[in-house]
């Protein structure tokens, strides 16, 4: 096991040939939340930030848990060749649709319709390990369901959905979605 202060130039590497990482977030109390990503939501600005673009899904428990507790963890692990566990500690700040500078990060990202939250960690910690049990698996392509479903609902679609699935966290923590991401006509 190592730990590091920030993202060397070969961990860096190790994360952008990834097509998996996993979210972890909590408040001081109640659920923690463990959240499996993919497609080309997330992007390494620096040694020291990252951006995850959090496009719209079943739950938006990170987004209820930041506003309380900005930790976050996010966990890249190998599934071929060398086995390795990278973990990323750090804070996340919650940017969403209606903020200041959503539009200058959001360019990182595909544009989606979908897209509800970009956190923006800062990262503390870095640690890795060894991986020597994660089993093998070969990554046979994106799934398109989410495409197509953003696609097929549309922005008001999207919205209602928002309104009526992504409002609160399991715990009943008000994710202000509403509020922060659809524009008052």
Same mark, same amino acid.
């Given at each position: ?12 590497? !190790? ?6 990482? !996993? ?29 995850? =673009? ?17 930790? =976050?963890?996010?966990? !890249?692990?190998? !599934? ?106």
């Amino acid at each position: 096991m190592e730990h590091f202060k920030n993202l060397t130039n070969d961990l860096q590497k !190790f994360i952008e040939q990834q097509k998996i990482f !996993f979210v972890g977030t909590a408040t001081s109390e109640g659920l923690i939340n463990i959240s499996p990503k993919g497609l080309e939501s997330l992007k390494v600005i620096d040694k020291n930030r990252i951006l995850w =673009m959090n496009l719209t899904g079943s739950g938006n428990e990170s987004a209820a848990h930041t506003q309380e507790n900005p930790r =976050m963890t996010l966990m !890249f692990t190998s !599934f071929e060749k060398k086995p390795l566990i990278l973990r990323i500690y750090g804070e996340a700040k919650t940017i969403h649709r209606l903020d200041e500078g959503w539009d200058t990060l959001s360019s990182n990202f595909p544009k989606s319709d979908g897209s509800r939250q970009i956190f923006d960690l800062t990262i503390s910690l870095v640690q890795t390990s060894c991986g020597y049990a994660v089993p093998y698996y070969d990554f046979k392509g994106e799934r398109d369901i989410l495409k197509k479903w953003n696609e097929n609902a549309g922005e008001k679609g999207i919205q209602k959905y928002w309104k009526e699935n992504n409002a609160q966290s399991l715990d009943g923590i008000e994710t202000n979605i509403e509020k922060k991401n659809i524009e008052r006509s």
